[in-house]
């Protein structure tokens, strides 16, 4: 059932420290206020420094979380030990902070970190903010619920309460396309889980590929909402006019694509997964090309 619907998921047409040997990074926590802006360091100064910082999710498992061991791992984080590589060359020279997804837009403008890779929908909203990358992944939101009581249709919705993370497009889908759906807002990946599973709410949103990942890994749930709202695409983003570090990973995104390095990242961080469940084909995206 679960390959049936995986084609149906991403079968959509387009159209701490230093994360090696040393601690993890602290958590840094959001309190929704807004910090000043500050200029973002340039690609010189972050050369010139060693050590380049990247926004990453803790909890969101394929995509970016912590292990049982307590390191830092993830599809979005492999790409991101390859991006300090390419630009300071070692994938030592990273320093990972964990944001939350309603924090990614504001670590970005107060210059707490250089990139943002925590699974980064591109959205129009979003581009009047930052500046988005050339995409590597593609993506549409799903919905999760139990099996005794699957919900496959928004309109089974009306009446109950969805949990979604705040920051999100699935947050944006359903407050403007469901206004009469009740939102259980959380700031964090791991508490919507965890409401889903005490039974606080019906269901969860957020992007298809993760709550079939959870799915997969929690008996007793399904993905009974296979695809809704648009297919849209991942991007690496950095403060609104880093031109230059905009460009150069913008180039470094066509370099790896002729390595096909990011099938080499889905086979590493999410096949594992996965399993046979997903063609990467309808999830990975190279070179910047959709």
């Known amino acids: 059932m679960k390959k049936k619907l995986l084609g149906v998921l991403l079968g959509v047409t387009m159209a701490a420290g230093l994360i090696a040997g040393c601690s993890a ?60 590589k390419d630009l300071l060359g070692s994938e030592d020279k990273v320093e990972f902070v964990y944001v939350e997804a309603a924090s990614r837009v504001e670590y970005l403008k107060s210059a707490k970190v250089d990139v943002i890779l925590a699974n980064f929908t591109v959205t129009d909203e979003r581009k009047e903010q930052v500046d988005f990358a050339l995409p590597y992944m593609k993506v549409a939101l799903g919905v999760v619920s139990p099996d005794d009581k699957l919900i496959k249709d928004a309109a089974e919705l009306n009446g109950k309460t969805l949990i979604v993370v705040k920051g999100t497009t699935a947050e944006t889908y359903f407050s403007q396309n469901h206004p009469e759906i009740k939102l259980l807002k959380f700031d964090e990946y791991q508490e919507a889980y965890d409401a889903l599973a005490d039974g606080r709410g019906d269901a969860f949103s957020t992007d298809n590929t993760e709550v079939l990942a959870w799915a997969i890994q929690n008996k007793g749930f399904t993905v009974g909402i296979e695809s809704i709202g648009n297919t849209d695409t991942i991007a690496a983003a950095v403060q609104k006019g880093n031109t230059e570090l905009l460009d150069w990973i913008n180039e470094d995104i066509k370099t790896l694509g002729k390595e096909q390095f990011f099938h080499k990242n889905f086979e590493e961080t999410l096949k594992p997964v996965y399993g046979e469940e997903i063609d990467p084909e309808n999830l990975v995206v190279e070179g910047g090309q959709v």
């Open 25 to 84: 990074p602290a958590k840094e926590n959001s309190n929704g206020a807004q910090s000043p802006s500050a200029k973002a360091r340039t690609l010189s100064e972050i050369k010139d420094s060693g050590t380049i910082k990247i926004g990453v999710f803790s909890d969101k498992n394929p995509f970016g979380y912590v292990d049982a061991n307590g390191k830092i791992q993830g599809y979005d984080v492999y790409y991101g030990k390859r991006l300090a």
